[in-house]
């Protein structure tokens, strides 16, 4: 085809302190496609992608759209060129209706805002596009899925002609990843150009057209779909082989760890979210709680753990009953929490990977230190030990923990909440949003500690994850424990029911 | 009886003039703290404010030179305040104290010379017809021009901030900068202009005092009302016709204590002086427990600098 790419990038290099984020990246954008932008949680992706969309501003490098060069100084100027990005965290603003949020920023509405006339306008496109929305609903009152339905609107409404869609099915469920990929499909066909950031094989094999590989912040490749497969993708992303489904150490459970009893809890929202809830664990097993998100999942081990005020029940570790809202005496008493939310549970973000790797010191008193006098150098040793053998990609001990990837934040949580070898372990979601190098390693970390006699509380979403590492399954339905099955994927159908709200007994 | 009616009359009349700074006050600190910058420096705006209007006035004997002069003076202190919180990224807080002191020593400095002279005044305009209206007349519109420019202001404010473009830009500002700026709103650009403008409107506040309510200036003659605007800005919930209600409301206690004082009861003078001080503590304990904060919805951002690179 002679036709000129609808956009194109040269030999962009951009470099942040201490790691070059993008080397010398060329890419480019046909018509109606949909151009997957494949790599690991650090590879440069995103980097890039602020850079075309003109948050970042490139060191070296020069961007083309139809054969003319432009520059990109900021997002409103991407948008003027018809280049519009969708990104990992929304940009809605919570209080506003979405027709507010639509036509936020657009010069030509004139000085009083046209409510009627917009909403209707939304409306129409949200339908020519299968993406139906309500106009007037609040912002903060809708899913995820629909959030990410406004923001295409968006762009739509503005007339982008090129869509950059950062990990967009990250936060979704399977069918609103089916709405996703009938929209995007419906774009292309209209002659818009899609660019799908992504860590997801399949996804990216299912819904793109040609796919570039990123690693390390350099392409490693670009390759039209029909010539490529799963393994070939994995090679070039990871540089090797990757085997996700390993066998799980047996081990015979030993002494029950961990014993909760009739806990109740109750969310921010001062409802219950856990309802006198039982279960138990022995050392050297995982047990795997599957559910809906938002079922009582972050509330339950945020109970355990001590950071939530339960309202009746006990938690007992190792035959002692442990004090409500004690977080000192768990951790004293071995016991490891990896939240959900790194940034903001887990680590300090301004700290640096040494300050946040001993962060809990002053009760493991894992180094020993004197109240008055701390012994850096003693920790960046230390830190430095962890990180070689938890494979963290820094630049230094004392960079600040906010400048890591997803994937090596995580790993510096494991290295903080493993390397005092707990002998209780609660996993909220430990690999969500990690790509699968990372996602390797904590599995077999996680497995590691099972083997050591750890035991293990695992909330995920994902059923191939419980699948995966647990020994036993329970299923969480409002705060309630509705069944256990046995790991193993001939059970997803009654896992289902169960997670739907129906009890064990119950279903036919 | 006609002694109580009139004592009633006179005391809502009163109200009115006594809430008429404290509501330039927090109009103008409204604009300014839905662009997401928070002021603290209320105090310093009114005062510097009050001087500028007073030394204007008696400069030229314009009233409309001395409320330019004074919002001159505002819109300063507003830069000022946007440099450092929105440049150059300080804490708004502290800003926000500094530009209290800042303003309180420069108005002490400014009107040095100017204590016990005497300048032009806004005198109370009658409005015609609407002032022969029994008792609402005589409470609303026997005023002088700057009562009825707050009059006008609540309304059009309130349709600017909820029902246009640029007060849902401002908004917008507020609540979340990185959408702001994603949709091509220059954050910088939308900060600066609305703590300048709300600057100048929290000083014509000031100007009141010194050219309608007292007619002199005095050092320091604000008196902790910009501490009570700042309350009263909670209180508001950041809405333009709450703010009116707020207004009123700490009007009506400061003149229903000095009303109190002139006839006679037998009250002590330094409580009534006290009322509206309490009515703040007990505003900022009613408007901070956890909930509430959630329920009024205050701009997400309010307090939070905002910077294009190091969103995490």
Redesign the interface.
């Known amino acids: 085809m002679a036709e000129l790419p609808v956009l194109e990038m040269r030999n962009i290099t951009k470099a942040f302190p201490g790691v070059i984020a993008n080397e010398n990246i060329s890419l480019d954008l046909k018509k109606g496609e949909v151009h997957a932008l494949l790599g690991e949680n650090g590879a440069g992706k995103t980097t890039l992608m602020n850079i075309l969309f003109g948050i970042y501003k490139a060191d070296e490098g020069e961007i083309f759209m139809e054969g003319k060069q432009i520059s990109v100084s900021s997002p409103h100027n991407a948008l003027k060129y018809g280049i519009g990005m969708v990104q990992q965290h929304f940009t809605v603003v919570p209080s506003f209706t979405v027709a507010e949020n639509v036509v936020l920023g657009l010069k030509e509405m004139g000085f009083f805002v046209k409510t009627k006339t917009v909403e209707s306008s939304i409306k129409k496109l949200g339908e020519s596009y299968d993406i139906p929305v309500n106009p007037r609903a609040r912002v903060w009152t809708l899913s995820v899925g629909e959030k990410q339905r406004i923001e295409i609107l968006k762009l739509l409404y503005t007339g982008a002609k090129v869509i950059i869609l950062d990990e967009p099915t990250a936060v979704l469920t399977p069918q609103e990843t089916e709405v996703l990929f009938k929209a995007i499909r419906k774009l292309v066909s209209e002659g818009s150009s899609v660019i799908f950031i992504s860590h997801k094989l399949d996804e990216v094999l299912e819904i793109s057209d040609r796919v570039t590989v990123l690693r390390g912040g350099k392409v490693i490749g670009t390759e039209v779909r029909s010539s490529i497969d799963r393994r070939s993708l994995v090679r070039m992303m990871v540089g090797r082989d990757v085997l996700l489904d390993f066998d799980k150490p047996k081990t015979e459970p030993g002494r029950t760890v961990l014993q909760v009893e009739n806990l109740t809890v109750k969310n921010d929202k001062n409802l219950e979210a856990v309802r006198s809830l039982s279960l138990s664990i022995k050392s050297g097993e995982i047990l795997g709680i599957a559910g809906v998100a938002g079922n009582g999942q972050r509330e339950l081990a945020e109970a355990i753990y001590g950071l939530r005020k339960p309202v009746q029940g006990k938690v007992v570790l190792n035959d002692k009953t442990l004090r409500h809202t004690d977080v000192a005496q768990r951790i004293k008493g071995g016991v490891a929490f990896i939240p959900q939310d790194r940034r903001a549970l887990a680590t300090c973000p301004s700290l640096s990977i040494t300050e946040n790797m001993f962060m809990k010191n002053a009760h493991t008193n894992n180094i020993p230190q004197s109240p008055f006098n701390v012994n850096i150098r003693a920790m960046q040793k230390a830190t430095e030990e962890l990180i070689s053998s938890y494979s963290i990609s820094t630049a230094s001990t004392k960079t600040p923990a906010r400048f890591l990837s997803g994937g090596n934040l995580q790993k510096l949580v494991l290295a903080r909440e493993l390397s005092t070898k707990p002998c209780l372990i609660i996993a909220e979601h430990p690999t969500r949003g990690l790509d699968i190098g990372a996602m390797e390693f904590v599995y077999r970390t996680l497995l590691a500690h099972k083997e050591r006699g750890a035991a293990v509380l695992l909330l995920a979403g994902e059923l191939y994850e419980i699948f995966r590492l647990s020994d036993r399954v329970a299923v969480i339905y409002e705060g309630e424990i509705m069944g256990y099955t046995p790991p193993d994927p001939k059970f997803t159908e009654e896992i289902g029911f169960m997670m739907a709200g129906s009890k064990q007994g119950e279903i036919a | 009886m006609n002694n109580i009616e009139s004592f009633i009359l006179s005391t809502l009349s009163a109200t009115v003039r006594a809430g008429t700074p404290l509501l330039f006050a927090v109009l103008g600190t409204i604009f300014t703290e839905r662009s997401g910058v928070m002021n603290l420096g209320l105090e310093g705006f009114m005062l510097i404010g009050a001087i500028g209007g007073f030394v204007a006035s008696y400069q030229t004997s314009s009233l409309l030179a001395a409320i330019l002069v004074a919002m001159l003076a505002g819109a300063i202190l507003g830069l000022v305040h946007a440099f450092f919180t929105v440049t150059l990224r300080v804490n708004q807080i502290v800003s926000g104290l500094a530009i209290t002191m800042l303003g309180t020593g420069l108005s002490g400095l400014w009107g040095k010379d100017y204590i016990g002279v005497i300048a032009r005044r806004f005198e109370p305009i009658k409005i015609p017809v609407l002032s022969e209206i029994p008792y609402v007349g005589q409470i609303l519109f026997s005023h002088d021009l700057l009562v009825y420019i707050s009059f006008i202001m609540v309304p059009l404010m309130w349709v600017f901030i909820y029902?246009?473009?640029?007060g849902?830009?401002l908004?917008?500002v507020g609540?979340?900068p990185?959408?702001?700026?994603?949709?091509?709103?220059n954050v910088f650009a939308v900060r600066y202009f609305y703590t300048i403008l709300g600057g100048s409107i929290t000083a014509i506040g000031g100007a009141y005092l010194s050219l309608a309510y007292n007619s002199m200036w005095i050092e320091n003659m604000t008196a902790g009302r910009g501490w009570i605007a700042i309350a009263l800005v909670l209180f508001a919930t950041w809405d333009p016709a709450k703010a009116l209600i707020g207004a009123y409301l700490f009007g009506g206690i400061t003149a229903l204590g000095l009303r109190l004082q002139a006839v006679g009861a037998h009250i002590s003078p330094d409580f009534l002086k006290m009322l509206p001080y309490l009515l703040t503590i007990a505003v900022l304990f009613f408007t901070s427990t956890d909930t509430l904060k959630r329920k009024v919805?205050a701009p997400?951002s309010l307090g939070v600098p905002y910077s294009?690179?190091e969103r995490?």
Do not use: H
């Not at chain 2, 029902?163 to 640029?166: A, F, N, V």
């Not at chain 2, 990185?178 to 709103?185: N, R, V």
């Open positions: 029902k246009t473009r640029p849902l830009t908004r917008a609540e979340s990185d959408t702001a700026d994603a949709k091509g709103i919805g997400a294009r690179e995490t």
